[in-house]
């Protein structure tokens, strides 16, 4: 069965550089949710979108913003990039958001150099 | 202050028999409970869930159970098998997108 695709797999930046994510959910999957893993943390929870509109927001800094696309594709643009940024961030999907089952794809390691 | 916890970091169980893994937590307004299997590399995979309004949930070999009172659920596997090896997460939402984790606890299923 098809899973929620990230990408790229692994991204190194410099400080001060921006980077973008790109998450390609389960078919017909409407919602995706971005998560952020640091160093020996738990996943925390960035931002959603359910139908192209933000569903709920978490930790999410200034500096990064997402959106949701007409073909549901999800992008993270991450600007002004800081060391602190280095971390694992994955991307899940859902049919319909809250109470549903969030399905995580295998996540983008972004190193900060 | 961990509102999901995992108190148990391991778990080793002999092929064929039951997998117990637990989890507590602190916040009376989680409404929503999954099971997530993780390998190294990997992203966290969807095993189970169960709403707050329940308090069983079965799936094949995998069972959760919901006991809201004690603030605990827990997952039983049945039976266990060596495949089944790897990094258990519970995770909790209340009624937002937001999953909060738990810390894990890794099964080791032998022969």
């Known amino acids: 069965a098809a899973g929620v695709i990230q990408s790229p797999r692994h991204l190194i930046k410099e400080k001060r550089e921006t980077a973008t994510l790109k998450c390609y959910p389960i078919p017909r999957h409407d919602t995706v949710y971005w998560y952020q893993q640091g160093p020996g943390q738990d996943p925390q929870f960035l931002i959603s979108?359910?139908?192209?509109?933000?569903?709920d927001k978490g930790s999410i800094p200034d500096r990064f913003s997402a959106q949701q696309f007409s073909d549901y594709h999800s992008e993270l643009n991450m600007s002004s990039l800081e060391l602190g940024d280095s971390a694992l961030y994955f991307c899940?999907?859902?049919?319909?958001?809250?109470?549903?089952?969030?399905?995580f794809g295998d996540g983008t390691r972004l190193s900060i150099l | 202050d961990q509102q999901v916890k995992q108190n148990s970091p391991s778990l080793s169980v002999q092929e064929g028999r039951i997998s117990i893994l637990n989890c507590d937590y602190t916040?009376?307004?989680?409404?929503?409970f999954l099971w997530y299997k993780k390998y190294p590399a990997e992203g966290p995979t969807f095993l189970i869930s169960i709403s707050s309004i329940k308090d069983k949930n079965e799936d094949g070999r995998f069972t959760v159970f919901l006991n809201k009172s004690a603030k605990h659920l827990s997952l039983h596997i049945v039976p266990s098998q060596p495949g089944d090896s790897a990094v258990y997460f519970c995770?909790?939402?209340?009624?937002?997108?937001?999953?909060?984790f738990g810390t894990g606890t890794r099964l080791q299923v032998f022969p």
């Open positions: 899940a999907s859902s049919l319909g958001p809250r109470g549903k089952p969030q399905h």
């Open positions: 979108f359910y139908e192209k509109m933000q569903s």
């Open positions: 916040n009376s307004m989680f409404d929503y």
């Open positions: 995770a909790a939402s209340a009624n937002t997108d937001k999953l909060i």
